[in-house]
């Protein structure tokens, strides 16, 4: 497929709600589009498929009113708009579900949902009505939440859902949904694509970005592939496949990696012996049930299960993040349950947690500080920082883990997904760790950035590093790992090699192995 700029087929005139002509955005030196046509069908469904980086999330920005372009225009119903900003776009119909949640935590779910736009009486806001309709909402989308409960007290797929009804609160013409099934269960994106098909038949358009490729065929009526800031394919769902996507989206033969070979693997780096996680929300049960594990030094093992598995909460305890009621966890054989999160770093245990905007990145600090935050010991003299050796130390961490971006003084914000969790990585890897464990590594990045990360991990595990990720999706444990491990409800239910199928994974997880 060549690069240049292909155009959508001309469809009904009639049909076509929004339209982007032309679009172009620069940030700096950085072109994230380069003159990109896309149009949006009423009441139907287009997926914007595309690799980190190659502009989605700036095309939506734009549709949506949270950035300008730097040239082309935007044609509501036929006609030139330009949005001042999200709450203008949002008046005229159009509303963004960030792939990163803007939720309030201190606020309770109703109070979320009406955040700015408040139902008012003559005697003040009519919480009880606001209370009414969201209780409708959740009704709607089959989750059973309390509208005053405090959003920081939801799991994150529970928070994906107030986002959700908080956009169909208003009752949106025009949908954009920015990777909104990453943090929910198979259960929860049954319900979302119910939702969808509902709102179509409203006449209300979606359009969808998802890096799960196949879940997003299930769903949609158009398919749009963004390489580079280039619009490179366009077409209806039933002119494609699986195989078209990731084909335009990266070109050929494209995979995940091996795992690393031609190395000896050391010793037992991390032990994890009869680990016992009660439920942090409270609930009389243990998330993680008398768990078991070692990895080696050079070793890449993967945690494989569904969402309540307790792959979350196995990593959070090892970090230090969460206690355990039973059970040690050991580093090159000493015991370190009893040290706190920053005491494990020092030793040389590091956690890349799911959640990259919450946990891992400072939004207020650029790209560099970013990087160099968690090796700060290393150029701390007394109260004294060497920018010299930081500088130096963040050059090194770009180029190693390949960070698309202007330079070290860049401002975090301006990275695409995959970049800034790249930017995680590299911030962790540069504390020079004996094991790593990272949570979801690939979570709302693309299969060519899934590729780079993998890269860079399994380079460092022939260098001796230990290396523990988890993951929802079986293509990924088919990738670098040595060993696959699946969790069922806190428990090892399974233990595989490299060689295993994916329906083995499943079976083993719990998960209803589809019939093709």
Same mark, same amino acid.
């Given at each position: ?79 030139? =708009?330009? @949005?001042?900003?999200?709450? /203008?776009?949002?008046?005229? *119909?159009? &509303? #963004? ?5 803007? %939720? ?86 049954? =319900?979302? @694509?119910?939702?969808?098909? /509902?709102?179509?038949?409203? *006449?209300? &358009? #979606? ?5 799960? %490729? ?86 890449? =093992? ?215």
């Amino acid at each position: 497929m060549s690069m240049s700029q292909v155009s959508p087929p001309t469809e009904d005139p009639g049909e076509v709600v929004l339209a982007a002509r032309n679009i172009a955005k620069s940030y700096g030196s950085v072109h994230a589009l380069k003159g990109v046509n896309f149009d949006v069908h009423r009441g139907q469904v287009t997926t914007l498929f595309g690799e980190n980086g190659a502009g989605k999330s700036t095309l939506m920005k734009i549709l949506s009113g949270v950035v300008q372009p730097s040239s082309g225009e935007i044609l509501l119903d036929g006609q030139p =708009v330009s @949005f001042s900003s999200s709450t /203008d776009a949002r008046d005229r *119909g159009i &509303s #963004i579900i960030h792939q990163e949640l803007s %939720l309030a935590p201190n606020m309770n779910v109703r109070d979320n949902i009406f955040m700015g736009r408040e139902i008012t009486t003559p005697t003040g806001v009519d919480f009880a009505e606001e209370e009414r309709q969201t209780r409708a909402l959740m009704e709607e989308l089959e989750e059973d939440i309390d509208p005053l409960t405090l959003v920081e007290d939801l799991r994150l797929g529970q928070q994906q859902i107030v986002e959700i009804a908080r956009a169909l609160s208003v009752n949106s013409r025009i949908l954009i949904m920015d990777e909104p099934t990453s943090a929910l269960s198979a259960t929860e994106v049954e =319900v979302l @694509f119910k939702v969808i098909r /509902d709102l179509n038949s409203k *006449g209300v &358009s #979606i359009v969808y970005i998802s890096h799960h %490729l196949e879940e997003a065929l299930q769903i949609t009526n158009h398919a749009v592939v963004l390489r580079d800031g280039n619009m490179t394919a366009f077409a209806r769902r039933q002119d494609i496949d699986l195989e078209w996507i990731v084909r335009n989206m990266v070109g050929e033969n494209f995979d995940l990696g091996a795992p690393p070979e031609g190395h000896e693997m050391g010793r037992v780096a991390l032990a994890v012996e009869g680990l016992t996680v009660p439920d942090p929300a409270g609930a009389d049960y243990s998330v993680v049930d008398r768990l078991s594990l070692n990895v080696r030094a050079g070793e890449i =093992v993967c945690i494989y299960g569904l969402m309540g598995a307790g792959r979350t909460e196995l990593l959070e305890c090892v970090a230090g993040r969460l206690k355990a009621s039973s059970g040690r966890v050991l580093l090159e054989g000493e015991d370190i349950s009893h040290l706190s999160i920053a005491d494990r770093i020092e030793l040389g245990l590091v956690l890349v947690p799911e959640d990259r905007q919450r946990d891992g990145l400072v939004q207020t600090m650029t790209v560099g500080r970013n990087l160099s935050l968690a090796s700060i010991g290393t150029f701390t003299k007394g109260l004294f920082t060497s920018r010299s050796t930081e500088g130096a130390l963040v050059e090194e961490s770009i180029r190693k883990v390949h960070i698309k971006t202007d330079g070290g003084n860049a401002a975090i914000g301006s990275l695409s997904g995959g970049n800034q969790q790249k930017v995680v990585i590299g911030k962790m890897l540069a504390t020079n760790p004996k094991v790593i464990l990272l949570d979801e590594p690939s979570r709302g990045i693309d299969i060519g950035a899934k590729g780079e990360v993998f890269k860079l991990l399994a380079e460092r595990a022939r260098q001796g590093l230990a290396v523990l990720y988890s993951t929802s999706e079986v293509g990924e444990c088919l990738s670098i790992a040595h060993r696959i491990i699946v969790m069922h409800r806190g428990k090892i239910s399974a233990e595989f090699g490299s060689n295993v199928t994916k329906e083995k994974i499943m079976a083993a997880s719990g998960e209803a192995v589809v019939a093709h």
